[in-house]
Each structure stands twice: as structure tokens, then as C-alpha cells.
């Protein structure tokens, strides 16, 4: 079979007819300026419609004032269309409208992604009514849950999420109180050996012995820090020891305050065994509160004054080692003390004791020997015994929920985890 | 009164910041911060105790030649010279509100190529120090420093490029043997227990110390006796 010939003469009389109409009719209206608008052509074409279906808007809407709080925050939650479905791209997002008035104009305040079904809203005003909507949001269109509100923002007297850090706070203090009246009562409390703080004595005796002076840095921090007030403490007991050995002394500090704070602490402990007279403002002096500088300064007194006791208590940070070789090269007997894991290595490593974390806040009960401060440690153990038991209750628990998949366990190692997840 | 009034002030402020942590209402949630200003005010007034002291004691030095007086020559040069630069602004927009650390100010040359500059070299002695340290640290005498040496020689190799060579080829079995895989065991696990085993007690340490302040038993920062 031959394949169809595309001549002309094979084309139909009123065909090519037709043909020739339609190709002069454009040129035709061009030169009558009869040719219609390319928009008006357009409406003549029928294109099938591109169909957005309406979409099922979020459900229980609902608005309150966030809880335990400061006020200026108020949760919007709401149950997410049933178009948002996994894998889907009906719904892009969700979009949160807000008014002061049920009928008045709602302002978007935010969007969120899909599947989100929370939203924390914390523009908002204390004391003010608000009015919320949730709208889901299509490809072309948004559609609207109910109004849902008033809510009112407001400040809370009591943060119900910190209960359990109120609880573990009340139990510590109340241990703590109860040794410190036993304590007073006379009732003997056995402390274990600290070696770090026994070697104070010792420290001292030997700078003593050699004529050369002790070097004690309380840290590189402020007042305002916890481990610098017991770095000062520390160094009560240890003015005591040298203005009774009649060693000098000398404490470089970093912080104007700090050096106040050492000045009156070193001239009460003179004062205290009867040796004002071997007290000086100068032994406790400025240096700088930058931190390499200090460094710098401290290192120059060490090579310089061969020092045969370096004391380091307090909160230190990159210092803690260039310090403490720079001491043991010198030949320094060297005591450290401090609560930063991270320095606690360097520590270990270069110097002769050194007072791990908690050590540091016992060495001044420890060193006064006062039956009261002493009481204060015998409840921090009860603080300790505590989170023993409850750690290996913990453990046990967790693996045992791990191992036999048993939902009880695995509930009751939930509970307990919750019980001691704290919430600042 | 000199030890009272500073207790009475302790006591107050102390119970007002724990009150504060589960108080979120005014004027308690905003009590930390607003007691932090305080604190960075009394700071700045101290700074001028801390420079006048400086002076001090090195002026003596010089002034009486004692040992070493011409590094107090350093210092107290040093010191002034930073001191003027930056008050007067010389160099810098002045006036009050000028930038003392804008481009083309004597302090921020001064502060870029002499202070960094020595303070980078005093940082730099850490990589050196970490070394000898280390080399004390590591030696096996004890028990205890060979258990170190071993852990240390494993994170050390488990985090560098020879330790998955080194035992790459072991089978999936064994995988656990592989030395990043014990590398990651050790920083994860009794590295980790021991850690928080650390910060539980520094917790408590701290709780304790800060009872101790604020019920009065601890007072020797004061200039009082601990009793």
C-alpha cells in the first residue's frame, strides 16, 4: 500500500476552500483593525480547570495562657487537618491569625511547617484578651478554623514544672540543717580523709622549713562565683597556718574584689591566732583581669620567688595547666582545688593533690574543724546517698525494661527519668 | 555590726534568688538579672581599688629598688600608657561616646599588636605544657597511670586516620574491637559516668556552700570566723 501523497490536487474543492478563508481572514481583520484582543481569544479556548478541593481545616482549636510562667506568652494547640497527611503535598503549613475582639479584623501573626500542632505565641500583652483562628493552608487558599478565645496572658505565682528541683532543694537543706544542729548538739560526725586537704599542713610546714614563700591563687573568676568564695575559705586556713609558722604569703589576684575580700578574710585570720603584726595589705595584690596577663604576672613570681607551696582553689579555666607546670618546674609542692571538669585532668596531672569537685566545698569545714561546718557535709552525703540509690534503682531499672521489653519497666524507668528531668 | 549588716544582706538576697527559680511573677523573675547589674556596678568602682593597688605596689618597688623593680617599670609603663591612650582616645573618635577600639585609634593598635600578640604567645605554652604534662601523667608506675596510658593511647590513635587503618580489616563480628569504635566506648561511657559522677557531687558541693552563706554558718570571706 502506497503512503498517503500530501499533493494538494488530492484535497477536496470546499476543503482548500476553507483553508484559504481561514488563512486571509487574520490578514483580512488586520487591515479592517477588526483583530480581536489576544484576552478575548483566550475566552474562546476552553481549558479544563484546575481543581484546589477544600481542605479540612484543624479541629479542637484551642488558646490558654502558657503555664508556669512569666506571663506574655499564651499556647495555641489544635489537631491538624486530616488532609495534612504524611507524603503529601495538599497542605503547606499552617498559618495562626489573632485578634483583640471575636469580630474584629485577624492579623497573621506566624506560620507554621505541616503536622506542626503547637504554636507558643509570645507577642502578647498581660491582662489582654486575644481571640485566635488556625488556618490551613492550601496551594490557592487558606481555610480558617473556628474563633477560638479569649485567652489571657498572665504571671504565674508558682512554676509547677520546677516541683521536683523543689522537692530534691527541700530534702538537701533539710539534711543539711538537721547534721548542723546534731553537729552543735555535740553529737560526733565521722568526715573520711581527704589526703589533698590533710597535705595542707604539711605544705605549709615545708615552705616553712625551706624560708621560701607559699603562693595561693583563688581562681581567675569573681565574688560571684561560688568556687572563688570557697578558694577564699580555703585561704583562711591556710593564713592561719602562716601567720602561725610565720611564712610569707603572697596571693596575686585577678578581680578588684576578689582582692578586697582576700585582704579582709587574710587580716581576720592573723587576727585570729594573735599575729596582726605579720598581716599586710600588700600580700594580697592585683594583678589583671585579663586572663593571659594574669598568667604571665603569676608565672613571672613563680621562676622569680621559687615559691615552695603553690595553692590553686578556685574556678579556673586554659590557665589551670600553664600554671601548674609552670609551679612543678620550680619544684613547688602543689595542692589545686576546683569544680571545672574540664581543668580537673590538667590538675591531676601536674600537680601533688589536687581536691576534686565537691572536695573543694568540704576543704574549709574540713580545715576549720567547726562542728557546724562539718554538720553541713554530713548532709551533702545524704545528698549523695540519695542520687547513689536512685541512679542504680535507674539502672536497674532501665536495663531490665531493655532486656524483657516488659511495659510496666519501661513505664516505671519513664517515671523515674521524668522525676529527675529538670526544667529551667 | 561590720560582720551582721553583711549576713543580714547575704541572707536576704540569698533567699530572694532561690525564691526567684520557682517564682516566675513579678518582681522575683526578673531578680537574678537586676541583682547581676548591681554586682557588675560594685565590680566597676572595685576596678579603680584593683589599678590604684596596682600602682601602689609597684611604685614602692621602684621607688625603694627592690628585687626585680625594673620589671615594676614595665608594668606601671604599660599600664599608664594603655590607660591614657584609651581615656583620652587619641587617635579615635572622641568625646564621650566615641569608640575607643574604632580603626585607626592608638588603643585598638596597641590592643592588636602588642596585647594579642603577647597573649597569644602566653596560650601557645599550653601546647607544650599539655606535652610534659602528659608525659608525667602517662608514665606506667602504678596501676592506675597504665590503665591512663592505655585509655589515652586509644582515644589518641581512635581519633586520628591510623587507627581505622590499623584495624579496619577486623571482621564485623569484632567490630566492637575496632579502636574508633573503643575510642568512642571510652569518652561515652566510663568517661561519661565518671564526669557526671563528678558534677553530681559538685552540685551538691555547691548547694551545700551556698546554704552554708546564706544561713551565716560560713563567714570567713567575710573577715569573720566560721563559727
Not at chain 2, 581512635?158 to 569504635?181: A, C, S, V
Amino acid at each position: 500500500m502506497a503512503p498517503p501523497d500530501r499533493d494538494c490536487r488530492h484535497f477536496s474543492k470546499p476543503a482548500l476552500l476553507l483553508s484559504l478563508v481561514l488563512f486571509l481572514s487574520p490578514v483580512l481583520l488586520l487591515c479592517t483593525g477588526n483583530l480581536p484582543e489576544a484576552g478575548a481569544q483566550e475566552t474562546t479556548l476552553t481549558i479544563p480547570a484546575i481543581v484546589h478541593p477544600e481542605l479540612a481545616t484543624p479541629t479542637n482549636v484551642e488558646a490558654f495562657d502558657s503555664p508556669s510562667d512569666q506571663g506574655g506568652s499564651i499556647t495555641i494547640t489544635w489537631e491538624e487537618s486530616t488532609d495534612d497527611v504524611p507524603g503529601t503535598t495538599l497542605v503547606k503549613g499552617y498559618v495562626i491569625l489573632r485578634s483583640e475582639s471575636p469580630t474584629g479584623d485577624f492579623e497573621e501573626i506566624s506560620s507554621v511547617p505541616p503536622h506542626a500542632e503547637e504554636y507558643l505565641d509570645t507577642s502578647v500583652r498581660n491582662n489582654t484578651d486575644y481571640y485566635y483562628k488556625v488556618g490551613v493552608v492550601g496551594a490557592e487558599q487558606t481555610f480558617l478554623s473556628q474563633t477560638v478565645g479569649p485567652a489571657v496572658a498572665k504571671q504565674q505565682w508558682f512554676n509547677s514544672r520546677k516541683v521536683n528541683l523543689l522537692f530534691i532543694a527541700l530534702i538537701l537543706t533539710f539534711a543539711i540543717i538537721l547534721y548542723v544542729f546534731q553537729a552543735k548538739a555535740g553529737k560526733k560526725l565521722y568526715i573520711r580523709r581527704i589526703s589533698g586537704i590533710e597535705a595542707v599542713d604539711e605544705a605549709v610546714g615545708r615552705a616553712t622549713e625551706m624560708g621560701k614563700p607559699i603562693l595561693f591563687i583563688p581562681g581567675i573568676q569573681d565574688m560571684d562565683n561560688v568556687q572563688t568564695v570557697a578558694g577564699l575559705t580555703i585561704l583562711a586556713s591556710v593564713g592561719k597556718l602562716t601567720a602561725q609558722y610565720e611564712t610569707k604569703l603572697e596571693v596575686p589576684v585577678s578581680r578588684s574584689l576578689v582582692m578586697s575580700t582576700g585582704r579582709e578574710t587574710l587580716k581576720q585570720a592573723y587576727l585570729s591566732v594573735g599575729r596582726p603584726d605579720l598581716y599586710s595589705d600588700d600580700m594580697v595584690h592585683y594583678v589583671t583581669d585579663e586572663q593571659f596577663g594574669y598568667v604571665a604576672a603569676v608565672d613571672g613570681i613563680m621562676v622569680r620567688e621559687k615559691p615552695a607551696t603553690c595553692f590553686y582553689m578556685g574556678a579556673f579555666f586554659a590557665e589551670s595547666l600553664i600554671l601548674a607546670e609552670t609551679g612543678n618546674s620550680v619544684g613547688a609542692i602543689q595542692i589545686a582545688g576546683t569544680a571545672m571538669p574540664t581543668q580537673l585532668p590538667f590538675f591531676v596531672a601536674a600537680c601533688d593533690y589536687t581536691l576534686i569537685g565537691e572536695e573543694l566545698f568540704a576543704a574549709s569545714a574540713y580545715l576549720s574543724g567547726d562542728e557546724k561546718m562539718i554538720g553541713s557535709l554530713k548532709g551533702q552525703d545524704v545528698g549523695k546517698a540519695i542520687a547513689m540509690f536512685f541512679i542504680l534503682v535507674g539502672a536497674v531499672l532501665a536495663t531490665a525494661a531493655s532486656l524483657s521489653g516488659n511495659e510496666a519497666l519501661t513505664g516505671a524507668s519513664d517515671w523515674l527519668r521524668n522525676l529527675f528531668t529538670l526544667n529551667f | 555590726m561590720r560582720v551582721q549588716i553583711p549576713l543580714i544582706i547575704t541572707f536576704i538576697v540569698g533567699i530572694a534568688l532561690i525564691v526567684a527559680i520557682f517564682v516566675p511573677h513579678d518582681p522575683f523573675h526578673r531578680m537574678n538579672e537586676e541583682f547581676s547589674v548591681y554586682f557588675d556596678l560594685i565590680a566597676v568602682f572595685a576596678f579603680i581599688l584593683g589599678g590604684g593597688n596596682l600602682l601602689k605596689i609597684h611604685g614602692n618597688r621602684i621607688s625603694r629598688r627592690s628585687r626585680d623593680w625594673k620589671y615594676s617599670i614595665v608594668t606601671v609603663v604599660g599600664f599608664l600608657t594603655m590607660l591614657i591612650v584609651g581615656a583620652f582616645k587619641i587617635g579615635g573618635p572622641p568625646g564621650l561616646t566615641g569608640d575607643v577600639t574604632a580603626e585607626g585609634s592608638w588603643f585598638k593598635f596597641m590592643y592588636d599588636s602588642v596585647f594579642v600578640s603577647c597573649q597569644a604567645t602566653m596560650f601557645s605554652l599550653l601546647a607544650f605544657f599539655v606535652a610534659s604534662a602528659s608525659y608525667r601523667a602517662f608514665r606506667a608506675k602504678t596501676k592506675e597511670a597504665t590503665l591512663l596510658l592505655i585509655a589515652a593511647f586509644i582515644i589518641l590513635i581512635g581519633r586520628t586516620p591510623l587507627g581505622h587503618y590499623m584495624t579496619g580489616w577486623l571482621p564485623q563480628q569484632l567490630e566492637f574491637l575496632h579502636i574508633p569504635n573503643l575510642s568512642n566506648w571510652i569518652l561515652s561511657i566510663p568517661n561519661m559516668a565518671g564526669q557526671r559522677a563528678i558534677m553530681i557531687g559538685i552540685a551538691l558541693g555547691i548547694i551545700s556552700t551556698s546554704l552554708k552563706l546564706i544561713l551565716g554558718i560560713e563567714r570567713s570571706y567575710l573577715g569573720g570566723e566560721g563559727k
